[in-house]
């Protein structure tokens, strides 16, 4: 299971005081001497954490391949095609939103997504689209003529919360929080099941397949041992425990997990 560490946060930190500290290039060393494989980063149209600059200099300078996430929108994707990174992770958002809230809208008309996928191709930019873990996706995404898959994990994150206890990450309200214990139990099997399933449907498809957010110390044991998901991106809960343990111990944590 390779660990791509999503770096962002680090600059929300920065934003917090709008000043150059803390800077999350200092952050690429660290990552790659903890043992992750990836930095990931999510350069949005509102540029409320990671800037141009940050984008620029990263990629110049990782260590580390770095997969860069962004909306389908056209100032950015110029901007990404100068910078090349090595992976485009093509994902919804919404202006007023925390976090990306869901997966991408693959069906229906899609010819802008094709579009997209086949400009960051030609610069030799693997593609990856953030879809919610369901079959139509998967199938819509191999059609569209991707590479990666990376399966929201909000819906599993949230259910796990419920169930155990600790912070619910995403939208998915729903009203089961009043639900019992046998049922969000139930759930949470099936969401387990269903990205089983998925993620072998997807490779069979020759796809590869990835998943990511609201994951933590807590709940990634059980995505991990997905043995068809090779890749899981996470940010929030890494660059949260490293207040306390450092940003290395942080990142080793997880990875004792995924092992
Ligand atoms: N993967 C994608 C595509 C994301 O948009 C995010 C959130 O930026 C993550 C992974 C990481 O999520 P989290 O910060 O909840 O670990």
């Known amino acids: 299971m390779k660990l791509g560490v999503n770096i962002d946060h680090i600059a929300v930190l920065r934003e917090a005081r709008k000043i150059a500290d803390p800077n999350p290039l200092d952050a690429l060393g660290i990552v790659k001497r903890a043992g992750a494989d990836q930095i990931t980063i999510h350069l949005r149209e509102d540029r409320r954490h990671i800037h141009d600059q940050d984008a620029i200099d990263i990629i110049k300078h990782s260590p580390l391949p770095v997969n860069l996430e962004c909306a389908m929108a056209p100032e950015i994707l110029d901007i990404v095609c100068e910078l090349q990174p090595h992976r485009v992770t093509l994902v919804p958002e919404k202006r007023e939103e925390v976090t990306t809230e869901g997966g ?57 919360a419920m169930l155990y206890g600790g912070l619910i990450n995403t939208h998915h309200s729903i009203s089961e929080l009043e639900l019992s214990r046998t049922k969000l139990t139930e759930m949470l099997e099936e969401e387990l099941t269903n990205l089983r399933v998925l993620s072998c449907d997807a490779m069979e498809m020759e796809l590869k397949v990835a998943a990511g957010h609201g994951l933590n110390y807590q709940n990634v044991k059980a995505i991990a041992e997905i043995e068809t998901i090779e890749e899981l991106n996470i940010g929030q809960s890494i660059i949260a425990r490293s207040i306390w343990t450092g940003l290395e111990q942080a990142i080793i944590d997880m990875r004792t997990l995924l092992l």
């Open 104 to 160: 991408l809208n693959v069906l229906g008309d899609n010819e802008k997504l094709a579009q997209t996928i086949q400009r960051l191709q030609a610069y030799e930019i693997e593609v990856s689209l953030f879809i919610d873990p369901c079959l139509e996706s998967v199938k819509a995404a191999k059609n569209l003529g991707a590479e990666w898959i990376e399966f929201h994990t909000g819906k599993y994150a949230n259910i796990y």
